[in-house]
């Protein structure tokens, strides 16, 4: 499936990179520095520390070679990379499971490439979904059908609750306003409260991120 109008997709185009030796990258601090340059990563000699910190969850070196080679074609076009991988170690360190949540990424692509899109949207939102990561879930596991609306209105107020009030990098509020000059949606703020206006994006938006393997 392809991603909306106007958002190209994460997957980087052409063949599937190489996998990636994830031991090379704990062990090898150059190899690591260089698999961050080769992620667009701002700091690359920061990737071995990030690594690290994620193997110490408890995920296996295949599991942490598949996860670094997904990420080798997903981070460069995300924004802010090195921010989006330090929210990714965080996830997986408030997690009740984080080999599952790993293997989850072994055998669902597009859970990983969703979240990573959640990230990128904007710190905020990555530490919404990291206070509770049983939002994410539910919110994946919805895949956008209009039955789910309910599920994820109920989902989403819970999960804002405790942030009310909060403005970060907000389009037209404490970030530039441009209007699109033919929108994929319109959703009417004035109709609806802050979790049914989320809900119809999460409902239209999660459908159009997930890719064809391969």
Same mark, same amino acid.
């Given at each position: 499936m392809t991603a909306p109008r106007g958002q190209p997709p994460l997957r980087a185009g052409g063949a599937d990179p190489p996998l990636v030796d994830a031991r090379r990258l704990l062990d090898d601090a150059a190899a690591a520095t260089a698999w961050g340059m080769t992620c667009g990563l701002l700091q690359p000699e920061d990737a *071995? /520390?990030?690594?690290? &910190?994620?193997a110490e969850q408890g995920i296996t070196f295949d599991l942490l070679g598949d996860l670094c080679t997904r990420l080798t074609a997903l981070l460069p076009a995300v924004s802010? %990379?090195?921010r989006v991988l330090a929210a990714l170690g965080r996830l997986l360190a408030a997690v009740s499971s984080p080999l599952s949540t790993a293997t989850l990424?072994?055998?669902d692509p597009g859970a990983l490439e969703t979240l990573l899109r959640i990230f990128s949207a904007g %710190? =905020?939102? +990555?530490?919404v979904v990291i206070a509770d990561p049983a939002s994410w879930e539910e919110v994946r596991l919805g895949q956008g059908k209009p039955e789910s609306m309910q599920a994820l209105r109920a #989902?989403?107020? *819970? +999960?804002?609750? *405790? =942030? /009310? &009030?909060? !403005? !970060?990098?907000? #389009? &037209?509020?404490d970030a530039p306003y441009e209007a699109p000059?033919?929108?994929?949606i319109h959703v009417r703020t004035a109709e609806g409260g802050l979790s049914d206006c989320v809900a119809q994006i999460l409902v239209y938006l999660l459908p159009? !991120? /997930?890719l064809?393997? *391969?």
């Open positions: *071995g /520390r990030l690594l690290r &910190g994620i802010d %990379p090195d990424f072994q055998r %710190p =905020h939102l +990555a530490d #989902t989403l107020d *819970g +999960a804002l609750a *405790g =942030h /009310r &009030g909060w !403005v !970060v990098w907000l #389009t &037209g509020i000059a033919a929108p994929d159009r !991120v /997930r064809a393997a *391969g």
